[in-house]
């Protein structure tokens, strides 16, 4: 009887769901002084796992109200990672003043997006203490350790969002006699933090926050692995982004979504979208930046 139950209860069933036709995707992050730049692709069912694909045969136009602007050029770079997108070649934004993209493709809806860029919020303390370092992960490495602190002019009277990112210079030397040095780079910090007002961002790294949590510095253990004969420690950067709402959503959200666990009672984590008609963001950001030398 127990085999005859087991035989009967499992059943394939097959749902007959019509799948909604692909929209266009568009992501754009632009910031004051710099170029547009748009990528569009193919929207994707939740059960694809190919890559996006990415459309060269859209018109892409920027405007300021009703008033047009410029139409963005097509740029394919030649390194195979890098997507094709779509750029602007005399335009740059002001901080202030709504624009409108607006994407065009065969075969799909028109697309639109709004957005701004914010007034800059100065960074006014960054402060680099407690420097220790330790034996790395291999016997020829080293690890440094410190705390970053960190504090900005929040504005009380309104709600602002930021995005923050703490690099470590680190430069290459050649030991060939004096101490030549090569190259230069940055590398981004782990930042964490355990308050629940300060979201990691798991797309480009830092810390996405609303308003600042507290009166205090934002502070910080963080830590980096060099191989002292090859490399040296150069500048602490602090990069703050005053960024749009769209901005500050969007890459929170996908957080949330991709930091979800697995389990059938989980309520569905929906990405901020404010492309009408389509996927995806558009959304401005201001940039101040402050160093400081690592001291020994």
Known sequence: AMLLMAATCERTVELDIDEPPPRLFVNSSFTLGQRVEVTVSKSQSILDNDLPEYLANAVVRLYQGDTFI??????VDPAPRIPPYYVSTNFKADAGVTYTIKVEAVGFETVYAHSFIPEPVDLSDLQVSDLNQSAGSETYSRLFTYEVKVDFDDPLQEENFYHLNVFQEILDITPAGDTVMDNRRLKRLLLQSEDTKIVPDVLIGGLLIKDKPAEESLTFTVSVEIVPEFEALGQIFAELRTVSEEYYLYF???????????GPFNDPIIIFN?????HGYFAGYNTVQDSVQLGF
Request: hydrophobic residues 25%; charged residues 25%; glycine residues 4%.
């Open 70 to 75: 410029e139409e963005l050029e097509l740029f």
């Open 252 to 262: 929170t959200t996908f957080n949330r979504q991709q930091n979800q666990s697995d």
């Open 274 to 278: 404010n492309v009408e008609n389509g």
